[in-house]
C-alpha cells in the first residue's frame, strides 16, 4: 500500500441507497409472464452488455421518475444515455480486474453499514426496503461491490492526473473565497440602540449614555438576551438579539475588531456606527486560530488476499509476523521482508508522523486505539491486512499544515470532478465498442 493510497482524500464511501436501486435492475429476474429472446446490445472489448440489462435499467429509470414528478424523456433519448452508461460501468470493472482490485465480503458489509447509519437505518432494514423493491441481498452486495471497484478505479485513475501547485494553494487562501472559508465562526448577541442621521449633539448624548449604563448592567452580570429584548432597535431584538454563527467575513467591518478581542462569554465596548451605538456578546468562537492536533508515527505490515492465498491465509500470517514481533523479532526487518505496500517497506514499513483524515477510517481507528509501541492486531481495510505500531505521539500547531492541507483538498475535490469526466471519455474512446441496438 502506498502511501497515496492509504490516504483517503477523495474518499467516496457514501454510495446513496436510490442509485443502488436503480443500478440493480439487470440482477434481477425476469418476468414469468413473458421471457423475450435475450440478445446482446454492445461488445465493449471482451465483455457485452445484454439486452436484458438495458431493458430492466430504462424500466427503473422511468419508474423513478414517475415518482419523483420528473418529465419523462423519450425511449429515443433515454435509452441511448443509459446504454452508454452501462458500457462505462463495463469499461472501468474490466479496469479493476486488470489493475488486481478485489472488494472483499468484509469491506461490502462494512460498506453496508455506513450506508444504512446514513439513512439513519438498520442493516436489516435497509435490506427489507430493498427486498420490498424486488431486490435480494445477493444483488444488493454485488451492485454495491462494484460501486466501490468503480470508485477506487477512479480515485487511483484520476488522482494522478491531478497537480496542484503552492501556488494555486496560496492563491485560493488569499482570495475572497479562500478568506471566507478559512476565517472562524463567532456565535455573537448584539443591541442596537439607534440614532437617526439628523440625531442632535442632546440626542446622541441621551444614547451614548444609555448604552454606557446597559453596558455596566451586563458588566455586573445583566442577561444580554433580556437587555436585548428591553431596549435593542435592531431586527433580531425580540430573538433576544441573537445573530447566530456568523463567518467574521460575514460581519460588518467595524465588528471584526471589537469580536477579536473578545473571550467567549465577553461583551464589548460600545461600538459608534451610523446607524447608532452596538454591542455584541461573543457567546462562542469555532475554527480559525491555533489547531493543536494529535500526531502518531506509525509503521504497518501489508499482507494482500489473492488468488493463492485466502483472507484467513492472510491474516494467519500476520498473527504469526505479530507473534514473532512480541518474541524479540523486529518490526522494520519483518516489514522490509514481508510487507506488500510497495512505497513503505523498504523503510521498514514508516508512515512517518500523521494528521487527522490522512488514513481511511479504519486504519485511523486502530491507531489512534493503542497504546504507544504495542502491535495491533490484524486488521483489514480496502487495501488489505494490517499490523501496525506507533512508536511516538505528539501534539503540534498545525495550524498553517491544516489550513494549506484542507485548501488542497478543495482545490483537488475541484479539478476530480473535471478529470474525471476526460478520463471516462479517453478510456470510452480506447475502447472496442460496438453497438447493436
Request: with cysteine; aromatic share 6%.
Given at each position: 500500500?502506498?502511501?497515496s ?8 464511501t457514501n454510495i446513496?441507497f436510490s442509485?443502488?436501486?436503480l ?7 425476469a418476468?414469468s409472464e ?7 446490445v454492445a461488445?465493449?472489448?471482451?465483455d ?7 431493458e ?6 422511468y419508474a ?5 414528478e420528473?418529465e419523462?424523456p423519450?425511449e429515443s433519448v433515454?435509452?441511448?444515455q443509459?446504454?452508454e452508461r ?7 470493472l474490466?479496469r479493476a480486474?486488470?489493475m488486481g ?5 468484509e ?5 453496508m453499514e455506513?450506508m444504512a447509519?446514513?439513512r ?11 427486498r ?5 441481498l445477493t444483488?444488493l452486495r ?5 460501486e466501490?471497484?468503480?470508485n477506487?478505479v477512479?480515485e487511483?485513475a484520476v ?6 501547485s503552492?501556488?494555486?494553494v ?11 472559508w478559512s476565517?472562524p465562526d463567532?456565535?455573537l448577541?448584539h443591541?442596537l440602540l439607534?440614532?437617526s442621521?439628523?440625531?442632535?449633539r442632546e440626542?446622541?448624548a ?5 448604552v454606557r449604563?446597559?453596558?455596566?448592567q ?8 433580556s437587555l436585548?429584548?428591553?431596549?435593542s432597535g435592531?431586527?433580531d431584538?425580540?430573538?433576544?438579539g441573537d ?9 460588518p ?8 478581542k473578545?473571550?467567549?462569554g465577553?461583551?464589548s ?6 446607524a447608532?451605538?452596538h454591542l455584541?456578546?461573543?457567546y462562542?468562537?469555532?475554527g480559525?486560530?491555533e489547531?493543536i ?7 504497518h505490515?501489508l499482507l ?11 491474516r ?24 506488500e505496500?510497495?512505497g ?7 508512515l512517518?508522523?500523521?494528521l487527522?483524515g490522512?488514513f481511511v477510517?479504519e486504519?485511523e481507528?486502530?491507531m489512534?486505539?493503542?497504546?504507544t509501541?504495542?502491535?495491533s492486531?490484524p486488521?483489514?481495510t ?5 499490523i501496525l505500531?506507533v512508536t511516538?505521539?505528539r501534539?503540534q500547531d498545525?495550524?498553517d499544515?491544516?489550513?494549506q492541507r484542507?485548501?488542497?483538498?478543495i482545490i483537488r475535490?475541484?479539478k476530480?470532478?473535471e ?10 474512446d ?5 453497438i447493436k441496438l
Open positions: 500500500m502506498q502511501m493510497r492509504i490516504m483517503s482524500t477523495c474518499s467516496k446513496f442509485l443502488l436501486l443500478g440493480l435492475a439487470w440482477a434481477l429476474p418476468s413473458e421471457i423475450p429472446l435475450d440478445h446482446i461488445v465493449v472489448d471482451d457485452v452488455v445484454m439486452a436484458s440489462e438495458l430492466k435499467r430504462v424500466a427503473d429509470i423513478r421518475l414517475e415518482n419523483s420528473t419523462i423519450a433515454l435509452i441511448p443509459v446504454l452501462l458500457i462505462l460501468e463495463r469499461l472501468q474490466n480486474q486488470r482490485i478485489r472488494i472483499s465480503d469491506e461490502v458489509t462494512q460498506a455506513r447509519e446514513s439513519e437505518q438498520t442493516v436489516a432494514q435497509m435490506i427489507e426496503d430493498a420490498q423493491s424486488g431486490i435480494d444483488s454485488q451492485q454495491l461491490r462494484n466501490i471497484t468503480i477506487q477512479q487511483r488522482n494522478r492526473r491531478i497537480y496542484i503552492e501556488q494555486e496560496d492563491n485560493f487562501l488569499a482570495s475572497e473565497e479562500g478568506q471566507q476565517s463567532v456565535n448577541g443591541i439607534p440614532l442621521s439628523g440625531a442632535s440626542d446622541v441621551e444614547v451614548e449614555q444609555k449604563g446597559l453596558y455596566e451586563l458588566q455586573n452580570g445583566a442577561d444580554f438576551k436585548a429584548i428591553a431596549h435592531a431586527q431584538a425580540l430573538q433576544g445573530l447566530g454563527w456568523r463567518k467574521t467575513t460575514q460581519l467591518s467595524i465588528f471584526v475588531n471589537a469580536v477579536d473578545l473571550s467567549p465577553e461583551v465596548m460600545p461600538i459608534r456606527s451610523d447608532g451605538y455584541l456578546k461573543l462562542d468562537r469555532r480559525g486560530g489547531q492536533v494529535q500526531q502518531h508515527k506509525v509503521r505490515i494482500k488476499p489473492n488468488e493463492i492465498r485466502s483472507e484467513d491465509d492472510t494467519t500470517m500476520l498473527e504469526g509476523m505479530r507473534a514473532d514481533i512480541l518474541g524479540g523479532a523486529d518490526f522494520a526487518e519483518l516489514a522490509r521482508k514481508h510487507s505496500d510497495i513503505t517497506a523498504l523503510g521498514g514499513g514508516d512517518g508522523w500523521s487527522p490522512q477510517p486504519f481507528q486502530i489512534g486505539s493503542i497504546d509501541m504495542a502491535i492486531e486488521f483489514r480496502q487495501f488489505g491486512w494490517h505500531q511516538e505521539r501534539r498545525f495550524s499544515e491544516i489550513q484542507q485548501a488542497e483538498n475535490r475541484r476530480f470532478d478529470e474525471q469526466q476526460i478520463w471516462l471519455r479517453e478510456i470510452r480506447e475502447a472496442f465498442v460496438d
